[in-house]
Structures are given as C-alpha cells and as structure tokens.
C-alpha cells in the first residue's frame, strides 16, 4: 500500500477549493435565512420574558430597542414602581422626570447577530398621529424615535400611553397592540413578532419579502 503523493493531494484540494467556491454562493442564503429566523426566534423569547418577569416580580417591566448601535441591541429593564404610568416620559436606563423615584434596572440584554439583522417597532402600542391628552406622543421622550418601547404590566398586559385623543388625533392602533419586525438587509426578508394586549405573543411564520403592508392576522401563529 502506497501514500498519496504531493501532487494528488494537491489536485484533491484544488478540487475541494473548487468545490466550495461553487457552494458557497448557493449557501449563503441559507445562512442568511438561519441568521433571520435565529434572531426573531430569540426577539420573541426575549419579549416572553420580560413579560414573566412583569407578573413574577409585580413590577413594570420594558423592552427598548436601541437601533442606533451596530448591530443593534434589545435591552430588557424592570421599574423601580409596581406601575407603569408613574412618571412614564424616562430615557432608557435613566431615572424618571421625578428625580430618584424612577430607576430601571437591566436584567437582560440581547445583540442581533450581524450588522445585517436589524430590529424595529413596526407598530407602536397605542400609538397616536396629531395631539394627545395625558400621554406621551410617538417620538417624544417616552418613546425615542431611536429607541422604542414595549411595557408590561404587572399583570402582564401591555401598557399603553394613550389616555385620551383631541379632536386633531387619530388613534392609529386603537387596539394596543405591538408588532416587532426584525429584517435581514442582505436577505431582503423579515419576520414579525406581535405583542397581543393581553400579553399573547405570536410570531409571522410566511417567509415575507420586505412590504410596508400589513401582516394580515391569520398569518400570525400564536402559541
């Protein structure tokens, strides 16, 4: 029994080299697909817990996106307040507009997986377009155009900022819930997570192309 030469075991990894170079481009959307439906799966996780953390520990509890880092980051934080609407206008991580009575506490934290994965609110809880009564418009300081917000209740509900329209506003959720869309830019695809009012999270299951409508709610399966 003879070794392998020098020369065929270069010609069988000029072959493999080959080989991959091929499979590679076929691949990549694979991985692409894999990086997507990681992170949503982990988003929607990470939005569950924050959520039990609310009912178990009978305190207001968030999820803020911060989209301004790279990649970017969800951070879970919970109040310093059994409720959420003491002093609502707060800056992630930051202490309330009354002082010391407000401090999040972080208890979780989660970096999207490439620069690629991005995270969004593709809809906002209760969220208004024109003047509000007694609550804290969409972009203003309770809900940073960078860094949105999910509450939850100490009963695991969503908290919501709307309290009471003028007659110039136009409730463009009225039904308090949420929508996360986490995309991945290369891949052209996106997944959504919703946030029911009462808590329930389900999550878009279509392998959805990048679309500003809607995702119809029979396409969410919920748990």
């Known amino acids: ?44 996780s990470f939005v569950a817990r924050a959520r039990s953390q609310a009912m178990e520990s009978k305190r207001c509890t968030r999820v803020f996106l911060n989209t301004t880092a790279t990649p970017n980051i969800i951070v879970a934080e919970r109040l310093n307040n059994f409720d959420c609407d003491t ?17 999040w506490i972080e208890f979780a934290r989660y970096t999207m997986p490439a620069p690629s994965v991005t995270i969004s609110t593709f809809q906002q809880p209760g969220e208004l377009t024109g003047a509000c009564i007694g609550c804290v418009a969409d972009g203003a300081v309770g809900y940073p155009a ?3 917000e999910i509450r939850f209740r100490p009963n695991g509900r969503i908290w ?6 003028a007659a110039t506003a136009t409730c463009t959720d009225c039904d308090d819930d949420a929508v996360l869309q986490v995309d991945h830019i290369r891949l052209g695809s996106f997944r959504r997570i919703l946030i029911n009012s009462n808590g329930l999270i389900c999550r878009y299951q279509r392998d959805a ?4 409508a809607a995702a119809p709610p029979q396409d969410y399966v919920c748990p």
């Open 1 to 44: 029994m003879r070794a392998f030469t020098l020369l065929e075991m270069m010609v069988v990894v000029a072959i493999l080299g080959v080989f991959f170079a091929l499979a590679v481009p076929v691949l990549t959307p694979e991985v692409h697909k894999a990086q997507l439906d990681g992170a949503s799966d982990v988003v929607a």
């Open 160 to 165: 919501t900022n709307v309290t009471s329209m």
């Open 146 to 148: 960078a860094n949105r």
């Open 87 to 103: 002093a609502p206008q707060t800056l992630p991580g930051g202490l309330g507009i009354d002082g010391t009575n407000q401090v």
């Open 209 to 212: 192309l990048m679309s500003p």
